[in-house]
């Protein structure tokens, strides 16, 4: 008889240089790809943190990707010693795209002058690299949309990471042929329903799954894990849920998130050796 084999996904979204990771990234990996992640993209989202997310991608090339970038929170942190790393981590092969930059007012840890200056800078650096987007925004859509409207036309793709915004925000994105990336945020039933009908307006071609662990453990898993860190292998709930939402069966959501990832990142297709078993 044969056994199920797990689905093929991609993660995204996953900072894995997060000092939660740091006792056991091995494990962690290995996990993940039991429960079939395939592949993963590891988050840059400082200096160091950028520096780390490419260590771990040189692990396992095929397997490993990063991006580079500096989160809104550090804005401040931006100056011309930060802007010079990124641009050389930018040519490394294994760096994928820019990012996580954007803005974010919904805590505004850095003043918003500072965030705009530092995302403006970033998708210049983007753009001279020759590589997609890895975007966050929270609370800031028209700011983040005007600036994004500058340099679309410039950027060969670019992903809104961990949407949780409105109909109208997902439509001005999609309207710039941009992707979207869904989080465990979904999966939250205490402030992630609104997205539950529009999972389903994304097309197929423009929607990706991450589970931006360590943060938003899927609130859905049963039973729940005993920590909270959030785990790559934790995808799989991510894409039942939205294979849910948008009326599909989740090896077909699987099937079209796992292609858009790895044209987007421009990630290896893998030889996948399965032995049947009686």
Known sequence: MKHPHPPDLVDIGANLGHESFAHDLEQV????????????????????????????????????????????????????????LLAELLKAPEVRAGGECGLDYFRDLSPRAAQLHAFERQLMLTVAAGKPAFLHQREAHADFLAVLKDFRDR???????????????????????????????????????????????????????????????????????KTHRNEPRWLPEILRVVAEARGESPAETAAHTTATARAFFSLPELVHRHESQS
């Open 29 to 84: 990996l290995q996990g993940a790809h039991a429960a079939g992640v395939a592949q993963l993209v590891v988050t840059g989202a400082s200096g160091q943190g950028s520096l780390d997310a490419l260590a771990i991608a040189r692990r396992d090339p095929q397997r490993l990707a990063a991006t580079a970038g500096l989160h809104p929170h550090h804005a401040t942190d931006f100056d011309a010693e930060l802007e010079s």
């Open 155 to 225: 950027l060969p793709g670019v992903v809104v990471h961990c949407f949780t915004d409105t109909r109208e925000a997902l439509f001005d994105y999609l309207d710039l042929d941009c992707h979207i990336g869904i989080t465990g945020w979904i999966c939250d039933e205490r402030r992630g329903t609104g997205l539950l009908p529009l999972v389903r307006e994304i097309p197929r071609g423009r929607l990706m799954i991450e589970s931006d662990a360590p943060y938003l453990l899927p609130r859905s898993l049963k039973p729940r894990p």
